[in-house]
């Protein structure tokens, strides 16, 4: 079995911490580097409802793509549920590690696994990392699909691939619109928007399309925006990088078991439709 620190050692190598955001938190949050490591957990939120599912499971490590205290913290009392997650970590041997903004820009990152969830190809990322010469790593990635579809059947096929969430799909712009290239960025996107009208793209999925950035692109494009779940949108992350732990353990027979959680951990629980849309309330 190996030692915690030689699979934070490995995990470093894939999502280098150096790479994260300079606002981001990143890395290990608690855990003996001495400690043998027999099964992993990966999930994007570290709630409790992982921790607990870590624990029935007999994890040792739960690698998150979310940091817990992303603002920091002056307390870890378990009276907070931050701090009862901390708690029960530590009581019960888990470790957990974070990979955030470092796994988005990663080679392969967060949306490259959009990519590969929603079956389209790959041509570049939406923002490079000035860092890498191959020109592989960056935010986002410019997409093409196999053969032209409209941009309502497009939104289909990400409700149909993707996790299911109360939110589910929402669409700006005239869904006959005919979508041959895409831009996906997983998780909070509307930053991108420059780059995605610069890419040429003729829609954008990502999450948390916030109203003014949507308005403001549907009046000066015909670019198509589909607005899906953050949580849904980064998920396929967490089994692409399962996979990538599993060939590293492969490589050195370490003889990991390794999981991806299926719980559900977007916050929003229930989406009621209005009876009309045709225009506001009398």
Not at 18 to 29: L, Q, S
Not at 92 to 115: F, K, Q, R, Y
Not at 193 to 199: K, N
Not at 247 to 270: F, Q
Request: charged share 20%; with cysteine; glycine share 8%.
């Amino acid at each position: 079995m190996p030692r915690l620190s030689e699979v934070i050692a490995a995990l470093d190598a894939l999502w280098p911490p150096e790479r994260a955001e300079g606002w981001d938190a990143v890395g290990t949050v608690c855990g003996d580097p001495d400690a043998e490591v027999r099964r992993v957990l990966f999930a994007v939120d570290p709630v409790q409802e992982i921790v607990d599912e870590a624990l029935k499971l007999g994890a040792d490590l739960i690698v998150a793509h979310h940091p817990l205290y992303l603002r920091g913290t002056t307390t870890v009392a378990a009276g907070h549920f931050k701090g009862r997650v901390v708690h029960t970590l530590i009581k019960h041997d888990i470790a957990l590690h974070v990979a955030h903004t470092n796994a988005d820009s990663a080679d392969p990152g967060v949306s490259d696994a959009l990519a590969g969830a929603l079956d389209v190809r790959v041509v570049r990322p939406l923002v490079p990392d000035p860092t890498d010469p191959a020109g592989r790593r960056g935010l986002g990635r410019l997409c093409e699909l196999d053969h032209p579809m409209t941009l309502g059947e497009f939104a289909a096929r990400a409700a149909a691939v993707l996790p299911a969430t109360a939110q589910g799909i929402r669409v700006a712009g005239d869904p006959g619109t005919t979508v041959r290239t895409v831009a996906v960025s997983g998780g909070s996107g509307d930053s991108l928007f420059d780059a995605v009208r610069a890419s040429g793209a003729d829609a954008f999925l990502t999450a948390d399309l916030r109203h003014h950035p949507v308005s403001e692109a549907c009046k000066e494009s015909a670019l198509g925006l589909i607005d899906a779940a953050h949580w849904a949108t980064e998920w396929p992350w967490c089994e692409q990088a399962a996979a990538q732990l599993d060939e590293i353990s492969d490589r050195h027979g370490w003889d990991l078991r390794v999981h991806v959680s299926k719980t559900v951990t977007d916050p929003w629980s229930a989406h009621h439709t209005s009876p009309s849309i045709d225009g506001a309330p009398n």
